[in-house]
């Protein structure tokens, strides 16, 4: 499939206010469902968040006294090293290689002025990832694109915001990704099993 190079990530920001154009709704959450059958049940992520918040919030004193206690470049150099071994640590680390993407388009949904492609494919062997893909109606051709990282909704790349930024962005040309982060949407399972998803004859 086209790849594109994006120009910037969204978290929720860009657009917030943006709306669907007159008279015209976006899809149903359920429409914008990948997999032909759901995802086992599991814990979502959303009490999870909640928990670090928490203990966040308990620990805001250190973390305060941390960063009062910067006093020279050194100082920050310091802090900022210890900061990012700490994160490295719980994502357990980076890939280390790039592996093929397997992407597959599993349904086209034409819509006014663009169109949304429902996708799956694996950010690691294995691991598999529910997207949707914004299309503008454009002549074909390069275009910038945009990768739309989801907030904490539990319903994920469905959230009713994160359709109308995806549409409104399709609509003035840009090629925008928004995929389910673990324990969100079609990734709703603490630990997924993807017996369901192999056994799919969809993905032959």
Same mark, same amino acid.
């Given at each position: 499939? @086209?790849? *594109?190079? =994006?120009? @910037?990530?969204?978290?929720?920001?860009?657009?917030?206010?943006?709306?669907?154009?007159?008279?015209?709704? $976006?899809?149903? $959450?359920?429409?914008? @469902?990948?997999?032909?059958?759901?995802?086992?049940?599991?814990?979502?992520?959303? =009490? *999870?968040? /909640?928990? /670090? #918040?928490?203990?966040?919030?308990?620990?805001?004193?250190?973390?305060?006294?941390?960063?009062?206690?910067?006093?020279?470049?050194?100082?920050?150099?310091?802090?900022?090293?210890?900061?990012?071994?700490?994160?490295?640590?719980?994502?357990?680390? #980076?890939?280390?290689?790039? !592996?093929?993407?397997?992407?597959?388009?599993?349904?086209?949904?034409?819509?006014?002025?663009?169109?949304?492609?429902?996708?799956?494919?694996?950010? /690691?062997?294995? #691991?598999?990832? !529910?997207?949707?893909?914004?299309?503008?109606? !454009?002549?074909?051709?390069?275009? $910038?694109?945009? #990768?739309?990282?989801?907030?904490?909704?539990?319903?994920?790349?469905?959230?009713?915001?994160?359709?109308?930024?995806?549409?409104?962005?399709?609509?003035?040309? *840009?090629?925008?990704?928004?995929?389910?982060?673990?324990?969100?949407?079609?990734?709703?399972?603490?630990?997924?099993?993807?017996? !369901?998803?192999?056994?799919? $004859?969809?993905?032959?």
């Amino acid at each position: 499939m @086209t790849r *594109y190079k =994006p120009l @910037t990530v969204l978290g929720g920001l860009f657009l917030a206010g943006a709306r669907p154009a007159a008279g015209v709704e $976006p899809p149903a $959450p359920e429409a914008l @469902t990948v997999l032909a059958l759901p995802a086992p049940a599991g814990a979502r992520i959303t =009490p *999870y968040l /909640q928990s /670090q #918040l928490d203990r966040a919030w308990r620990d805001d004193g250190r973390r305060l006294a941390a960063f009062a206690s910067v006093r020279n470049e050194a100082d920050l150099l310091t802090l900022r090293a210890g900061i990012r071994a700490r994160l490295l640590s719980h994502l357990g680390g #980076l890939p280390t290689e790039k !592996t093929p993407l397997n992407a597959r388009i599993v349904e086209t949904i034409p819509l006014d002025g663009y169109r949304v492609e429902k996708l799956v494919f694996e950010s /690691q062997p294995g #691991l598999y990832v !529910t997207a949707v893909l914004y299309l503008p109606s !454009t002549p074909a051709g390069r275009k $910038p694109a945009v #990768l739309l990282a989801c907030g904490h909704s539990p319903e994920g790349k469905a959230f009713r915001n994160y359709q109308e930024i995806g549409s409104e962005l399709a609509r003035r040309g *840009y090629v925008v990704l928004c995929w389910d982060p673990g324990g969100q949407g079609e990734s709703a399972a603490s630990t997924q099993s993807w017996a !369901t998803w192999r056994a799919w $004859p969809g993905r032959h």
